[in-house]
C-alpha cells in the first residue's frame, strides 16, 4: 500500500511548484523599477529642486526684520526744508502670532490699546504670508499708547515696537498739491509694484513731487537677519544690512514766493501759478481748496480729517493741472497770432468794433455792448474788444484757429512730471463736433473760440505757458519742477513766429496793463509789466458765477516771472478779482530780489572799502 501511494505524493508536491521559477524574476525586476524610481525621485529632489527646499528650509529657520530706508528731502531752489523725517514708535507682530494659544490674550489685548479690531490685524498677518518678516500692526504711536503697552508687557511677549522713519511737511498745507504725500502702499498697488521690491507696509508717494520722483526719494531697505526656533522666536542675529537712505532733491519752487501765492489766493478757490518763462521752472504753484498732507502720516483718519479732504469742492484735486475751463479772453493771445500768422491780417489792420455782431442768426454781444469804435491790434488786446476778436476769427476760420491753439500747447499735457495727474483739456474741431453733435464746425464755433468760450477747455497750467510764449519771444517752454543747471534751450522749443507778431503781441499786452483793463498792475511796487484779463463763462453750470482769469509777466522789456491767477466762480472781471492776486505774487518776487541786489551791493562795497590803500595803510597803523 505504501508503495503504490508514494507516487500520488510524488504527483501532488509537483502541482504545487508548478510556476515558482519565475518568482525571483518577478521580484528582482519589480525591486530594480523601485529602486530606480527612487533613485530618481532623490535626483530631482537634491539636484534639479535642491536650491528651492533648501531656499524654503532656510526661510522657516532665518527671517528678516525689516528697517525701512529714510525718504529722500525735498528743498526749495533756496535749500530751504519742504519734506523730511519724523521718527515715531510702530508695534509689529511676527505672522504666525495668530496662531498661537497666546492669541486669545494677545489679540484682544491690543485690540483695546490700539482700538483696532482683531480681524483687522489678522488680515495684514495672513495677507503677509507665513514665512514674511515682521509685519507692522499699527504705527505713530501716542505716549499714553506706548505706556500702557509696557504695562502688560508680559501679556503681550509676542508684541515688538520698533521706529520708523515717517514723512512729515514743515509747511503743512502750502505746498499740499506740489509735494503730494505718502501713504501706505495699498493691495492694488502691491500688485502692480512687487516686482520693484515693495511689500505690505510699505510707504509710497500718492501723488506730487512725492509720487513723480518715488525711485529717487524711496531708498533701499535695510534689516536684521535673525535665526528663530521652532516657534518663530528669535534666537540670535546673524547680520545686518544698513538701510540706505533715498536722494535728497531740490525744486524749482521758492517758498517764499509759494507762501505770497497762497496768501493771495485765501478766501478763494482756484490757482496761482508763477513760472520763469525763459526756461519753465516752476517757482510757486498753489490750488485752492487744499488740505494738509501730514494727515496721510497719521495711523487712522479721524471722520474729521476725512471730511476736510473728501469736501464737495475737492481739496486733494490739483487745479492747476487736473482741472479744465474755458480761458475766456486770455486766449486772445492765440486769435492774435492766428491772425498775423496766417497772412489775412498785418500788424497795421484796424477794424471797426461795435455794441455787437450777428452772424446768421446769432447775436454775438461786445462785453461792454457798445464797442471802442476803430481798433487796431494792440488797442483791442488793451481794451478786450470781442467784436474785433470775432471778426479774426471768423477771417482766419476754424483749422487755423485749432492749428495754433494746439502749437501754444492746447489739448495736450504740458510735460510737468505731474503726467498721471494732468489733463489735456479740451480743443473742439470739425470731427469732434460732428461726432458731439451730429452737426458739421460753424462760423459761430470760430467766433465763440476766438474769444476763448466754447468747447474749449484749457488748465491753468497750459494758459501760463501761452504766457510764457510772447514773454520769451516766441518760445513754448515745457514746465518742470526738478531744479537743475541746463540751459534753458534745453526746456523749450521754438513756434516761429513772425518779429513782427512777437512785437505786436509785446506791444498790446503792455498797453493792457498801462491803458486797458490790467491798471491794477500799473503800480510803482512793481517793474512795468504786460497782461492780459479773461472772465470766463461757467457754461457746464449756469446757476454758477463766472470764473476770472489774469496773466501777467514782468519785467516787460526783459520778463523774468510769469504769474497766473485763476479764481474758479468768483464773478466779477479778471481784472477786479484776479489781478490783484497776481500783483501781491509779483510784489513778493521784485521786493526780494530788490534786496537781494541791495544785499550783494552792501558787501561788495564793504570789499572795496576793506582792500583800498587808505584801508590797507589805516590796517597797517593798528598793528
Not at 18 to 38: E, H, S
Not at 44 to 64: D, P, S, T, V
Not at 497 to 508: A, D, F, N, Q, W
Amino acid at each position: 500500500m505504501r508503495l503504490l501511494q508514494q507516487p500520488q505524493l510524488a504527483s501532488k508536491k509537483e502541482t504545487r511548484t508548478v510556476g515558482r521559477g519565475f518568482q525571483p524574476l518577478f521580484f528582482i525586476i519589480f525591486t530594480l523599477l523601485m529602486t530606480a524610481g527612487i533613485g530618481a525621485r532623490l535626483v530631482y529632489l537634491q539636484i534639479a529642486e535642491g536650491a528651492n527646499y533648501r531656499k524654503r528650509a532656510e526661510a522657516n529657520r532665518i527671517r528678516m526684520i525689516p528697517k525701512q530706508p529714510e525718504r529722500g528731502n525735498i528743498f526749495d531752489r533756496n535749500g530751504k526744508l519742504l519734506a523730511t523725517t519724523r521718527y515715531p514708535r510702530s508695534v509689529y507682530l511676527w505672522p504666525m502670532a495668530h496662531t498661537k494659544p497666546s492669541w486669545s490674550v494677545v489679540g484682544p489685548r491690543l485690540s483695546k490699546i490700539l482700538n483696532i479690531p482683531v480681524e483687522e490685524m489678522e488680515k495684514k498677518l495672513d495677507d503677509s504670508g507665513f514665512n514674511s518678516s515682521l509685519v507692522r500692526i499699527a504705527r505713530d504711536l501716542n505716549d499714553a499708547e506706548i505706556t500702557v503697552l509696557k504695562e502688560y508687557a508680559n501679556e503681550l511677549k509676542d508684541v515688538e515696537i520698533h521706529t520708523e522713519a515717517v514723512r512729515y511737511y514743515p509747511h503743512g498745507q502750502e505746498l499740499a498739491h506740489v509735494l503730494g504725500y505718502t501713504r501706505e502702499i495699498t493691495p492694488q498697488q502691491l500688485k502692480r509694484k512687487k516686482q520693484e521690491g515693495y511689500r505690505p507696509g510699505d510707504m509710497i508717494g500718492q501723488m506730487g513731487v512725492e509720487k513723480a520722483y518715488e525711485k529717487l526719494l524711496r531708498g533701499e531697505r535695510g534689516g536684521q537677519q535673525v535665526e528663530v526656533d521652532g516657534k518663530g522666536r528669535p534666537i540670535r542675529v546673524l547680520g545686518e544690512k544698513q538701510a540706505k537712505a533715498g536722494s535728497d532733491i531740490h525744486l524749482t519752487i521758492d517758498l517764499n514766493l509759494q507762501k505770497a501765492a497762497e496768501k493771495a489766493l485765501t478766501g478763494r478757490n482756484g490757482v496761482i501759478i508763477a513760472l520763469n518763462p525763459n526756461n519753465g521752472a516752476v517757482l510757486a504753484m498753489v490750488s485752492h481748496p487744499t488740505f494738509d498732507p501730514n494727515l496721510f502720516s497719521k495711523r487712522r483718519l479721524s471722520k474729521k480729517d476725512w471730511e476736510s479732504i473728501q469736501g464737495e469742492n475737492h481739496p486733494l484735486l490739483n487745479r492747476a493741472v487736473a482741472s479744465a475751463f474755458p480761458p475766456a479772453s486770455t486766449f486772445k493771445i492765440v486769435t492774435v497770432t492766428a491772425g498775423l500768422e496766417s497772412g489775412k491780417f498785418s500788424p497795421d489792420t484796424v477794424l471797426q468794433t461795435y455794441g455787437s455782431l450777428t452772424v446768421g442768426r446769432v447775436t454775438f454781444a461786445e462785453w461792454n455792448h457798445a464797442g471802442f469804435g476803430p481798433l487796431g491790434f494792440t488797442k483791442a488786446l488793451a481794451m478786450s474788444s470781442d467784436t474785433f476778436f470775432y471778426q479774426i476769427g471768423r477771417g482766419v476760420g476754424g483749422p487755423t484757429l485749432i492749428e495754433w491753439a494746439r502749437k501754444y500747447g492746447f489739448g495736450e499735457k504740458t510735460g510737468i512730471e505731474f503726467n498721471t495727474e494732468e489733463t489735456k483739456g479740451h480743443i473742439p474741431d470739425q470731427a469732434w463736433k460732428q461726432r458731439t453733435w451730429k452737426i458739421p464746425w460753424t462760423v459761430g464755433d470760430s467766433i465763440n473760440m476766438s474769444i476763448g468760450q466754447g468747447a474749449l477747455q484749457t488748465t491753468p497750467l497750459q494758459v501760463s505757458v501761452m504766457f510764457c510764449i510772447p514773454a520769451n519771444g516766441g518760445y513754448k517752454v515745457k514746465p518742470h519742477l526738478l531744479k537743475d543747471h541746463e540751459e534753458a534751450k534745453n526746456w523749450r522749443e521754438s513756434l516761429n513766429m513772425k518779429p513782427s507778431t512777437v512785437k505786436t503781441l509785446r506791444e498790446g499786452l503792455r498797453k493792457v496793463i498801462a491803458e486797458g483793463t490790467g491798471k491794477a498792475l500799473n503800480v510803482s511796487t512793481i517793474p512795468p509789466t504786460s497782461g492780459k484779463s479773461g472772465t470766463a463763462e461757467a457754461w457746464k453750470n449756469r446757476v454758477k458765477a463766472n470764473h476770472a482769469w489774469f496773466g501777467a509777466y514782468a519785467p516787460a522789456d526783459k520778463p523774468e516771472i510769469v504769474v497766473l491767477a485763476f479764481a474758479e466762480h468768483s464773478g466779477g472781471g479778471g481784472g477786479s478779482v484776479a489781478a490783484p492776486m497776481v500783483l501781491q505774487v509779483m510784489e513778493e518776487f521784485f521786493q526780494k530780489k530788490s534786496l537781494n541786489k541791495s544785499d550783494k551791493a552792501d558787501t561788495e562795497a564793504l570789499k572795496l572799502r576793506t582792500h583800498s590803500p587808505r584801508m590797507r595803510r589805516q590796517n597797517e597803523s593798528r598793528e
